[in-house]
């Protein structure tokens, strides 16, 4: 049975999550080159606009960022990649320009921002699933960094807790291409809705018209 889109991304039941969209991530203080320049060929526009049209239409509207103490208690360090970021010219240190969201994404006073000191994932260790379930979210749009890592977590991590998922391809970013690519043609499309970032406007843009 084909998907009724005008449910699945009512606005009413739906969020807007950006994932690490970061000036330290994604911007001009990134530590990861590869992915801010994936992530400045076009996802950052679009998730701008998400953004824009969705606060329009009284989509809630939250940044799950990362960031640590600068004593680094209680950080991860676990993994190859907690142990680069520990040791980066621009550590994403509560506070710093580094944790901030880039300035192509406005952030409004009636936005959530969801900071966590360890982790992979925007659900863990964060208030992120009482958040939503108090909101009556039943969809959850993901948008942000990375397909690698941070975006699988989150989709894994949300259909587990029941909600249905959106990724918009053109507002995610991981690295290189093609891997990117296979992950979504091997385990993300087969977990959420893969859709551009137009037809979700497309439909928010009509709610708030009517």
Request: contains cysteine; proline residues 5%.
């Amino acid at each position: 049975m084909p998907l009724d889109l005008d449910v699945l991304l009512a606005p009413e039941f739906c969020a807007l999550i950006t994932q690490e969209c970061q000036r330290g991530v994604i911007g001009e203080h990134s530590s990861l080159p590869a992915l801010a320049e994936a992530a400045g060929s076009g996802m950052i526009q679009a998730v701008a606009e998400l953004v824009r049209v969705g606060r329009a239409a009284n989509v809630p509207i939250i940044h799950c960022t990362a960031e640590r103490r600068r004593d680094g208690r209680g950080a991860n360090s676990n993994a190859r990649l907690f142990q680069y970021m520990g040791k980066v010219p621009n550590p994403l240190f509560t506070d710093s320009e580094a944790t901030e969201i880039v300035p192509e994404i406005s952030v409004a006073d009636s936005d959530f921002i969801l900071p966590r000191l360890h982790g992979l994932s925007p659900f863990q260790g964060t208030e992120l699933d009482s958040i939503l379930r108090n909101l009556g979210v039943r969809t959850i749009i993901g948008v942000g960094v990375s397909v690698n890592v941070a975006i699988q977590n989150l989709a894994f991590d949300a259909v587990n807790a029941a909600y249905q998922v959106v990724l918009p391809r053109d507002a995610v970013a991981g690295f290189p291409d093609e891997y990117v690519d296979m992950v979504f043609e091997h385990t993300l499309g087969g977990i959420t809705t893969v859709l551009q970032s137009e037809t979700v406007l497309d439909v928010w843009q009509r709610a708030t018209d009517t």
